[in-house]
Every structure is written in structure tokens, then in C-alpha cells.
């Protein structure tokens, strides 16, 4: 299935969002690794040393530990890990206003076997078509290069898209990583809040991130509807491609036969203007295919996007293939509407 979204737009782009959002995730290195590799190669940066690399992403880990957990909350860390020492490091590291010697050491040590070693890798043993950058150099002095494919994405009009998408991961996998919210994410999925338009877990309706930055990678940074880029300048909607007025135009939310309209399989991010000349139309042919692509993409992702879609599928008839699940489920949403 990830292949199906690379084959959809094979380019750097699609390599990227594969890595950042459908990678499995036992640590959030990548989020705070990419975070900084983008920033570079936005400056044009051909080559940076180990070290330049290794302080912005400590600092990056130091900010968000001090929030919210960047491991399971169940895993126990030995002195020695990264973010036991990021830990121990944390005061006079934020003190200094970057990372102490003992945790820019640990980073250098630990980024070449880690993260650096597996940003690219795939679930199922394969990896990304395209590469972001190779370590070279002496292990005294090691030198990250950066490639033209990081600096194509990191100049690119869908840049601020691409930064919005990677911190939208990094709050939802932190929040499951989290005591009791994240079981509640894991087990039970996310839900929405329309006034903040905000995921939320669905116990204590704790906000995550928003909606359409949690989405939109998935669509490729397209509109649904036009399936234009969505540019860092326009205005944006989320809509429900299945209009939520089918809910209550057949006699009450009690008369509709069909699925909630109001989650996440429903929801997209469209233009503004786009979102308001649909209206309360029904989808075509042509964006009932694109939101089967967009959800069949977040279905290769980790929890808790993934178990959001499983839960509403978990109506659909048995006896269907995998790679049939959402063209089947939008097409009895459909007959739902007659």
C-alpha cells in the first residue's frame, strides 16, 4: 500500500511523507532529525558536519521532552540512552541555550546507529526511493551531505506544508506515547473539535493537533476537491466530503442509515473557496477515489489515525480483499444516500 501512495506522485516529496508519516515510530528521532534536516537544506546548505547537525536536533528532543514523553511510557531507559542524558542535561543545556558537551557528545555518538541509520526505512524491509542525505567522511570527522532530493522538498511551495505535517506526527505520536492518553488514543482512536478544529483524544478531549495538518500529508498537500497544492498563503476548510447535512436531512440523526459524516474518513482539507462551491453536493466519482486513496494511505500509518479509520470500518461486510476495504465502505455510504 505505501507503494500505491509513492506510484500516485512518485517523487521526493512522496519519499518524504512516506518516511515522516507512515514510518514505525519506537522514539520521535526522526521528527526532531528531519525537523532539522529541512531546516538546513532550506538555506541551500550542500554539507553540514555531524556536529552542526547533532546541537539543533538535541535542542529540538530537549523542547519537546520537557512536554511530553519521546518513548512509550512503559519502556524503562538505561542511564546510557539519548534521552536518559537529554534528560539529565536538560536545565543547563536550556540554561546555556544549547546542548551541553556531555549531550552534544551523545548525539554525535548515537545519531550515525539510530536514527541516521533507519530514517529511510520502511515498513516490510524496503526503504524510501529516494535518499536525504549520506554520512560520510572519518569517524573523527563525520560530514552529513545533503541531497539534491532534501533540498528540492526544503525549497519547494509545499515547504511549510512539509514542516506543518512533520510536527502534526510528532504531536500524535508523543500523545500515544503518553500514560492514559495514549492508551486511549491506541485503543479508542481520536476524535475532533469543531469549535478548534483540533484532534483530540477521546477520553479527556485533550487537543493533539489540528486537523488538517494531521491530514494533509496524506492527500499528498493536494485540495480534495480541485486536488491543487494547498499553499502556505490560502485559505483552507475541512470538509466533509459526505455532507454532514445527510444527517440530518433524512428525518434526524436517528433516520440516517449510513456512518458518522462528522469523523476522520469523511474529513479533507480543501480550498476555501473550493469547500464553499461544493456546498452540501454529494462527492463524485473522482473524489470518492481520492478519499479511498487518502484513507487507504493513513491505514499504512501507526497508531492512533490508523485505529480511528479500523473503527469506522469495522461495520463493512467480512469477505472483502484489503486493498478493497475503502472503495467498498464509500460505496454503501453511498447507497446510504438514496
Not at 549520506?134 to 539534491?148: F, H, I
Request: charged letters at 25%.
Amino acid at each position: 500500500m505505501t507503494a500505491d501512495f509513492y506510484r500516485t506522485e512518485p517523487n521526493a516529496r512522496a519519499s518524504w511523507r512516506l518516511a515522516v508519516l507512515m514510518g514505525a515510530n519506537s522514539r520521535t528521532y526522526k521528527f526532531a532529525l528531519g525537523t532539522v534536516l529541512l531546516g538546513y537544506a532550506a538555506q541551500d546548505r550542500t554539507e553540514v558536519t555531524l556536529e552542526e547537525l547533532a546541537a539543533p536536533y538535541a535542542m529540538r528532543l530537549l523542547a519537546h521532552q520537557a512536554e511530553e514523553p519521546q518513548a512509550p511510557s512503559s519502556q524503562s531507559l538505561r542511564n546510557s540512552d539519548f534521552l536518559a542524558v537529554a534528560k539529565q542535561e536538560a536545565e543547563e543545556s536550556t540554561r546555556l541555550g544549547h546542548p551541553t558537551d556531555r549531550l552534544l557528545h551523545a548525539a554525535v555518538k548515537s545519531m550515525p546507529t539510530m536514527v541516521m541509520q533507519k530514517f529511510h526505512n520502511l515498513r516490510g524491509g524496503t526503504q524510501t526511493a529516494h535518499r536525504f542525505y549520506e554520512l560520510t567522511g572519518t569517524p573523527s570527522k563525520r560530514v552529513v551531505q545533503l541531497t539534491p532530493a532534501l533540498r528540492s522538498i526544503a525549497q519547494s511551495e509545499q515547504t511549510s506544508s512539509l514542516s506543518d505535517e512533520l510536527d502534526a506526527r510528532w504531536s500524535i505520536v508523543e500523545s500515544s506515547f503518553a500514560a492514559g492518553i495514549g492508551r486511549s488514543l491506541i485503543e479508542e482512536g481520536v476524535a475532533v473539535d469543531w469549535e478548534t478544529l483540533k484532534i483530540t483524544d477521546k477520553r479527556r478531549r485533550r487537543p493533539v493537533t489540528g486537523v488538517t495538518e494531521a491530514l494533509i500529508g496524506f492527500q499528498h498537500g493536494r485540495c480534495l476537491i480541485c486536488t491543487q497544492p494547498i499553499g502556505p498563503d490560502d485559505e483552507t476548510a475541512v470538509d466533509h466530503v459526505f455532507p454532514f447535512s445527510l444527517m440530518t436531512r433524512m428525518g434526524g440523526v436517528s433516520g440516517w442509515k449510513g456512518p458518522d459524516l462528522d469523523v476522520i474518513w469523511n474529513l479533507a482539507p480543501a480550498h476555501k473557496p473550493c469547500n464553499s462551491d461544493k456546498s452540501d453536493r454529494l462527492p463524485s466519482s473522482e473524489e470518492l477515489h481520492r478519499l479511498a486513496q487518502r484513507n487507504e494511505a493513513i491505514m499504512q500509518s501507526p497508531h492512533p489515525l490508523r485505529r480511528t479509520l479500523q473503527l469506522s470500518l469495522r461495520d463493512v461486510r467480512h469477505g472483502r480483499g484489503l486493498g478493497d476495504q475503502w472503495p467498498h465502505f464509500l460505496r454503501q455510504v453511498q447507497a446510504s444516500c438514496n
